[in-house]
C-alpha cells in the first residue's frame, strides 16, 4: 500500500507556494486557495492529495512490469532528484538538456546513444590508447557531450509508454513532443502552468527541492510496487 503524503506533510515539503498572482495560468484557478501570502499564490493541498491519489491508481491499474516512464526534469532544484528517483526503478531519465526529437525523431537520437555505448566500450578496452593526447582529448570531450545529452536514456530501446515531467514550462519542447505522439504524461503543475496539457496534472509547488522529492518519491514507490 503507497503512503500519499498528508496535508500537513504537502505542507512541510513547501508543496503550497505557487508563483507570484501576476503569473497565474487561468486553467490553475480551481486548484488554487482564494486567499494569498502576499503576492504569491497559496495552492490547496486538499487537491494536491487528490491527484496523487490519482496519480498513484492509475499507475497502479495501467503500469505494466515491463513499461517505461521517462522521468524529465533539467531546471537545477530537479536535477538530481530525478536522477535518484528514476536510477531507483531502472528508468530512463532526462536531467541536463532536452534535445529537440527526443521523443518525434528518437531514430536519430538512438543513432547517438548507440554512438555512445560504443565509444564508452572503445576506452573501457584501451582503444584510445592508440591516438595521440589531442586526440583522445577530443574524444573525451565528445564523450562527455553525449554523456549530458543521451546518458540518461542510454537504455530506452523504444518509446516510453508515460512521461513524468517536473515543471511543464521548462519543459515544454518534451510536453508538446509527448502530446503529438499522445503518449500519457504525469507532472507537477505549478500556478503558472496549463494542467490541461497533462493527462494527471499534480498541482504543487515545482521550484522547491522538497516539494519535488516528495512528490517524485511518492510516484517511485507507486512504481516499485509494480515491478515487484
Known amino acids: 500500500m503507497i ?7 504537502l505542507l512541510l515539503a513547501a508543496c503550497h507556494f505557487g508563483h507570484r498572482s501576476g503569473k497565474t495560468h487561468p486553467k490553475m484557478k480551481p486548484f488554487l486557495q482564494k486567499k494569498k501570502s502576499g503576492t504569491v499564490n497559496l495552492i490547496d493541498l486538499t487537491k494536491t492529495v487528490d491527484a496523487l491519489k490519482k496519480v498513484v491508481d492509475f499507475i497502479s491499474k495501467s503500469f505494466k512490469k515491463e ?6 526534469g533539467t531546471k537545477p532544484p530537479a536535477k538530481e532528484i530525478i536522477k535518484k528517483y528514476a536510477e531507483e526503478v531502472n528508468m530512463p531519465y532526462v536531467n541536463e538538456h532536452w534535445i529537440g526529437g527526443t521523443l518525434t525523431n528518437f531514430s536519430t537520437i538512438s543513432k547517438s546513444i548507440e554512438k555512445y555505448k560504443k565509444m564508452i566500450k572503445e576506452k573501457e578496452q584501451g582503444e584510445w590508447e592508440k591516438y595521440t593526447k589531442k586526440e583522445q582529448i ?3 570531450r565528445e564523450l562527455e557531450r553525449l554523456e ?3 546518458g ?6 523504444a518509446l516510453p509508454n508515460f512521461l513524468y515531467i517536473v515543471d511543464l514550462v521548462e519543459e515544454k519542447t518534451a510536453v508538446r513532443e509527448a502530446n503529438r505522439l499522445k503518449i500519457p504524461i504525469i507532472a507537477i503543475v505549478d500556478s503558472n502552468a496549463n494542467p490541461d496539457l497533462v493527462d494527471y496534472p499534480i498541482p504543487a509547488n515545482d ?10 518519491k511518492t510516484i517511485t514507490e507507486a512504481i516499485k510496487e509494480k515491478q515487484k
Do not use: H, W
Open 148 to 150: 549530458k545529452n543521451v
Open 67 to 72: 513499461d517505461v516512464i521517462l522521468f524529465v
Open 152 to 157: 540518461g536514456i542510454k537504455n530506452m530501446t
Open 138 to 140: 577530443d574524444l573525451e
Open 207 to 216: 521550484d522547491a527541492i522538497k516539494s519535488i522529492d516528495t512528490i517524485t
Open 3 to 9: 503512503k500519499i503524503p498528508t496535508e500537513e506533510e
